[in-house]
């Protein structure tokens, strides 16, 4: 409640991490956000301590306050190949540098959907990265709809409540989502390019 001053959050996607595979640096605006945007609020939790060689979760400092790259309205994901070649233009652009985050057990990391973040491969095979992820809307917002926006005007609103789709389209449209994927992913033992994030399989 001290960041968002709302006392109800609702879950939005989880993630168990058992060892790191590498993820691409991104914003978690352009996967998931509230609308207004800019007020998701996202936790990394340490299961274990993670070591600098485990391939930790890296996060670059104070991105959060400059350029936010948007998905293609309606796209579906289908420009991700896109995003990633803009979000490493930015990071060449603007000289960002990646900082690791090697998390004592028990420790959390909380982050902007804005931010630029990610996670590093894993260079030892003897260790893992035992970790999980959650994000959580605060209590009178609803899920982004995927457009270009302007971040100067993304500001925390707690007066603004806009509903652009239902609970029950979205609903419907984040489960075809995943039902392509998990078509491709029993049909093929593969993923398409545009529906992974991560650097590697395993």
Same mark, same amino acid.
């Given at each position: $409640?001290?960041?968002?001053?709302?006392?109800?959050? $609702?879950?939005?996607?989880?993630m168990f991490?058992?060892k790191?595979? +590498? $993820?691409?640096?991104? !914003?978690?605006h352009?996967y998931?956000?509230?609308?207004?945007?800019?007020?998701? /609020?996202?936790?990394?939790?340490?299961?274990? $301590?993670?070591?600098?060689?485990?391939?930790?979760?890296?996060v670059?400092?104070?991105?959060?306050?400059?350029?936010?790259? *948007?998905g %293609?309205?309606?796209?579906?994901?289908a420009?991700?190949?896109?995003?990633?070649?803009?979000? %490493? @233009?930015?990071?060449?652009? &603007?000289?960002?540098?990646? !900082?690791?985050?090697?998390?004592e057990?028990?420790?959390?990391?909380?982050?902007?959907?804005?931010? =630029?973040h +990610?996670?590093? %491969?894993?260079?030892?095979?003897?260790?893992?990265? &035992?970790?999980?992820?959650?994000h959580? /809307?605060?209590e009178?917002?609803? !899920?982004?709809?995927?457009?270009?926006?302007?971040?100067?005007k993304? *500001?925390?609103?707690?007066?603004?409540? =806009?509903?652009?789709?239902? #609970?029950l389209? %979205?609903?419907?449209e984040?489960? @075809?989502?995943? @039902?392509?994927?998990?078509?491709a992913?029993? @049909?093929?033992?593969? =993923?398409?390019?545009?529906m992974? #994030?991560?650097?590697?399989?395993?």
């Open positions: $409640t001290t960041i968002t001053e709302r006392q109800q959050h $609702t879950v939005w996607q989880t991490f058992d790191s595979t +590498g $993820t691409v640096a991104h !914003q978690d352009y998931l956000d509230t609308e207004p945007a800019g007020n998701l /609020i996202a936790c990394w939790f340490a299961l274990e $301590t993670i070591e600098i060689d485990a391939g930790p979760f890296f670059v400092p104070k991105s959060h306050k400059g350029p936010v790259i *948007s %293609q309205l309606g796209s579906k994901f420009d991700h190949k896109e995003y990633v070649a803009k979000m %490493q @233009r930015l990071i060449d652009e &603007k000289n960002y540098r990646p !900082q690791p985050m090697p998390l057990k028990g420790s959390i990391l909380l982050w902007h959907p804005f931010l =630029v +990610g996670a590093f %491969q894993n260079s030892n095979p003897l260790h893992s990265r &035992k970790s999980f992820t959650a959580y /809307i605060p009178g917002y609803s !899920q982004f709809g995927r457009q270009t926006i302007d971040a100067r993304a *500001s925390f609103n707690p007066n603004i409540f =806009v509903w652009k789709k239902s #609970m389209e %979205q609903a419907k984040h489960l @075809r989502y995943f @039902r392509n994927w998990a078509e992913k029993f @049909r093929n033992n593969d =993923v398409p390019s545009h992974e #994030m991560r650097g590697t399989k395993y």
